[in-house]
Each structure stands twice: as C-alpha cells, then as structure tokens.
C-alpha cells in the first residue's frame, strides 16, 4: 500500500485504545515498557516523514494508528509509540508488551522492536542529516505506571552504570 506522511492528520487521534495498559490475570507477571527520547538542536522539516517511510517497511511491522507526527505499530506482541515534537525538535519512542491468548506476557519483542526502531532512528539522523542528539532513556517504572513526566536518564549515565557493575539506576520519582 502507499502512504504519504505529509497527508495525514495533523490532529493527533485518539490513540488510547491502542495503548491501553494491559494486565497479566493468568499469571503475577506484568507487562513492560521501555522507551528513548531524542532531543535534537534542529532538524529540518522532512524528518518525520522520512523516517515514519522507513518504519512502516521494515519487516514483520504492523502500523495500527498514524498521524502527521507521530503512529502505533505492532510487532510480534509488542506495541511501539512513537511521537515527534516539532516545535521541541523531540522524538520518543514508547514501546509495551503485549499478552498472548492465556494472558502472559512475552518480552523478547519488546526488546527486538526497541533495537529496531532506534537503529532505524539511528540511520535516518546519520545518513540524512548532520546535527546534534541527545539520547535519553525513561524509567521504565514511570513508563510502566503511566507518568506524564518519567524520569529521564541519559545515555551516558546509563552506560557508566553498567561499566561500574551495577545492574540498576533509581530515578528520583521512585517511590515518592
């Protein structure tokens, strides 16, 4: 099929129903959500498109709900959000498990989805275009629990954690 970004909605729809929490009642386990947010210093006008194009043909990727700045795709049983600010020059990128038939929750898709959609970020910004990002990754606790503003680690945080040995970062809205 053919799809052309800049004639989508610019009202962003209600896409809630896609990405309503699910919970486990087979079994304890819950589901999870992981993200990145990209803070860019500028970007032209032809980003989102260009990567919105390059999203939808990956494989094995389902989009479910799009709009002129943003869209929910499905891949195997995870479901990715993705939203861009243009007037923030900010992209983020949310993405959940999903439960199979008898309610539990498999994450390996989760995971596969997250490398996928920032590899594809990724290419897009070093091929097309030469500016400055800023990688932030959210708590996945805030995410998980449906915050507004999670906590945002950075990229370097994250990986001088993981070269210290230690296995986890608390944000500071951590049991508040």
Known sequence: FYLLPCLLHDKIPNFLPFWKPFRSTANSSLEIC????????????????????????????????????????????????????????????????????????????????????????????ETWYDTNCKILIPCCHCLSEGSLSPWLFTMEECMECVTDGLGYLLCKNYRR
């Open 34 to 125: 992981i993200g990145r947010v990209y803070e860019f210093e500028f970007l032209p006008l032809g980003f989102f498109p260009r990567l919105f194009v390059r999203i939808i043909h990956l494989s094995n990727i389902t989009p479910v709900s799009c709009w002129k700045t943003g869209l929910v795709v499905d891949f195997g049983r995870a479901r990715g959000l993705l939203q861009y600010n243009e007037s923030a020059h900010r992209l983020s990128l949310k993405i959940r498990s999903m439960p199979d038939d008898n309610g539990h929750f498999k994450h390996i898709d989760v995971s596969k989805l997250l490398r996928l959609l920032c590899e594809t970020v990724d290419t897009t910004i």
